[in-house]
């Protein structure tokens, strides 16, 4: 039975594989931060329109729109930048003609509070248990400033060997370099380290290109991976508290 046929649809075949696959749990678990580990608490819809309105401009696309050029975006090294990308990819995507992206980003970077996180559920349970049974590292997008006050403000910024904040560090998820940089960071092999993320092509495709074995737990909102991707996760779950199950 292939990793990747296991599922949390299909318990029985959990059952069977994992209990055919004790001796093969991982000796290095990888985390992803955002909708992984935690997720906002703030109204995303609310963010959205009152960006719009600070910039002065009518919305001309949706949150799940910008969720999904967001994923695409892999070379900026500030927040600012980030959704600057973001806004003129979305405003392309949406045949909206030249935009004022800088404002739309200054604004949505004003709104944005990093500290209004909450624990994804069954994520602090995931965690912990990984820490008992393996080292554990972050390998996150985002810059060092912003995932920093996320970390802090869920309490666990000292619960990570490694920590691979790639917008300030590496090339960007799904690039399979700050995968190999958190690997150097702990002397561990890709063979026998897990990575665990949320979003199909940033952290599927990016373990896989490094080797790694990768389990997907997307939330409600992420999108869907494509019917016969060339990267299929080993594990797909629909919750975190499902994940000790791989330990």
Sequence with gaps: MSRASVTSRDPDALVS????????????????????????????????????????????CTPADVRAVASTITDADTDHEFFRQVFEQAAACAGAGPVDAEALAEATVALRDPTAVEWRPGAKAALERARERAQ??????????TQRAKLDALGIADAFETIVYAADRTESKPSPVPFETALADLDASADSTLYVGNDYRADVIGAKRAGLTA???????????????????????DSPEELPAVF
């Design 17 to 60: 594989w994992l209990t055919y696959n004790s001796s093969m749990a991982p000796d290095t678990v990888l985390f992803d931060l955002d909708s992984t580990l935690c997720r906002s608490t703030q109204d995303d819809q609310q963010l959205h329109a009152e960006a719009f309105a600070r910039a002065g401009l009518d919305p001309f």
């Design 136 to 145: 554990v590292g972050l390998v996150t997008n985002g810059t060092r400033a």
């Design 215 to 237: 389990c997907w737990i997307p939330s409600e909102s992420d999108l869907d991976a494509p019917a016969d991707p060339t990267h299929a996760p080993d594990y797909r779950f």
